[in-house]
Protein backbone atom coordinates (compact mmCIF):
# COMPACT_ATOMS: atom_id res chain seq x y z
CA UNK A 1 0.00 0.00 0.00
CA UNK A 2 2.84 2.40 0.46
CA UNK A 3 4.50 1.65 -2.53
CA UNK A 4 1.31 2.84 -4.17
CA UNK A 5 0.84 5.54 -2.57
CA UNK A 6 4.71 6.98 -2.88
CA UNK A 7 4.41 5.83 -6.71
CA UNK A 8 1.17 8.41 -6.76
CA UNK A 9 2.86 10.71 -5.03
CA UNK A 10 6.01 11.06 -7.59
CA UNK A 11 3.43 10.94 -10.28
CA UNK A 12 1.79 13.91 -8.84
CA UNK A 13 4.96 15.15 -8.07
CA UNK A 14 5.45 14.76 -11.78
CA UNK A 15 2.79 16.46 -12.60
CA UNK A 16 3.46 19.29 -10.36
CA UNK A 17 6.38 20.14 -12.27
CA UNK A 18 4.33 20.68 -15.17
CA UNK A 19 1.71 22.92 -13.29
CA UNK A 20 4.72 24.70 -11.79
CA UNK A 21 6.16 25.59 -15.15
CA UNK A 22 2.79 26.63 -16.94
CA UNK A 23 2.40 24.19 -19.38
CA UNK A 24 -1.43 22.45 -19.89
CA UNK A 25 -2.15 19.72 -21.84
CA UNK A 26 -6.02 19.30 -20.60
CA UNK A 27 -6.76 23.10 -21.30
CA UNK A 28 -9.39 24.73 -19.07
CA UNK A 29 -10.09 21.55 -16.60
CA UNK A 30 -6.44 21.55 -15.72
CA UNK A 31 -6.40 25.81 -15.43
CA UNK A 32 -5.84 27.18 -12.33
CA UNK A 33 -8.44 29.93 -12.96
CA UNK A 34 -10.76 27.00 -12.89
CA UNK A 35 -12.51 27.44 -9.48
CA UNK A 36 -11.84 23.27 -8.73
CA UNK A 37 -8.21 24.46 -9.06
CA UNK A 38 -8.28 27.78 -7.72
CA UNK A 39 -6.45 28.68 -4.32
CA UNK A 40 -10.08 30.73 -3.49
CA UNK A 41 -11.80 27.26 -3.48
CA UNK A 42 -11.60 26.67 0.42
CA UNK A 43 -10.94 23.24 -0.45
CA UNK A 44 -7.70 24.04 -1.40
CA UNK A 45 -7.00 26.67 0.91
CA UNK A 46 -4.15 25.87 3.52
CA UNK A 47 -6.60 27.57 5.48
CA UNK A 48 -8.92 24.14 5.61
CA UNK A 49 -7.53 22.87 8.49
CA UNK A 50 -7.28 19.13 6.10
CA UNK A 51 -4.50 21.33 4.35
CA UNK A 52 -2.60 23.39 7.04
CA UNK A 53 0.73 21.84 8.12
CA UNK A 54 -0.75 22.19 11.95
CA UNK A 55 -2.88 18.81 11.21
CA UNK A 56 -1.03 16.56 12.81
CA UNK A 57 -1.12 14.04 9.37
CA UNK A 58 1.06 16.62 7.38
CA UNK A 59 3.35 17.38 10.22
CA UNK A 60 6.85 16.75 8.99
CA UNK A 61 7.24 15.62 12.95
CA UNK A 62 4.78 12.73 12.12
CA UNK A 63 7.34 9.87 11.52
CA UNK A 64 3.63 8.10 10.77
CA UNK A 65 2.91 10.05 7.75
CA UNK A 66 2.20 8.80 4.27
CA UNK A 67 1.60 12.03 2.56
CA UNK A 68 5.30 13.73 2.31
CA UNK A 69 6.92 14.70 -0.96
CA UNK A 70 10.65 14.18 -0.33
CA UNK A 71 13.56 15.46 -3.02
CA UNK A 72 16.42 12.67 -4.56
CA UNK A 73 18.33 12.93 -1.06
CA UNK A 74 15.45 12.03 1.12
CA UNK A 75 14.86 15.45 2.26
CA UNK A 76 11.16 16.44 3.18
CA UNK A 77 9.78 19.35 0.89
CA UNK A 78 6.41 18.87 1.67
CA UNK A 79 3.26 17.12 1.65
CA UNK A 80 0.39 15.80 -0.31
CA UNK A 81 -3.50 16.42 0.32
CA UNK A 82 -6.00 14.66 -1.74
CA UNK A 83 -8.88 16.21 -2.59
CA UNK A 84 -12.99 15.16 -2.67
CA UNK A 85 -12.60 15.40 -6.83
CA UNK A 86 -9.70 12.75 -7.22
CA UNK A 87 -7.02 15.43 -7.52
CA UNK A 88 -4.40 16.79 -4.86
CA UNK A 89 -3.00 19.76 -3.38
CA UNK A 90 0.77 19.92 -2.65
CA UNK A 91 1.82 22.47 -0.09
CA UNK A 92 5.16 23.04 1.06
CA UNK A 93 6.07 21.84 4.88
CA UNK A 94 5.19 26.00 6.09
CA UNK A 95 1.60 25.64 3.99
CA UNK A 96 2.29 27.16 0.91
CA UNK A 97 0.03 25.97 -1.77
CA UNK A 98 2.91 24.86 -4.23
CA UNK A 99 0.78 23.02 -7.11
CA UNK A 100 -2.03 20.61 -7.66
CA UNK A 101 -3.26 17.95 -9.71
CA UNK A 102 -6.41 18.22 -11.36
CA UNK A 103 -9.73 16.42 -10.83
CA UNK A 104 -12.53 14.87 -12.39
CA UNK A 105 -14.70 17.25 -13.89
Known amino acids: MKHAR ?10 LLIFANGVSAQGYSSSPYNYQNSLYNYENSPYNYRNSPYNY ?6 MNSNNGIYDNDGN ?5 VPRSDGGANFFDDEGNRTGYLPGRD
Open 76 to 80: RQGYA
Open 57 to 62: NNSPYN
Open 6 to 15: LAAVLAASAT
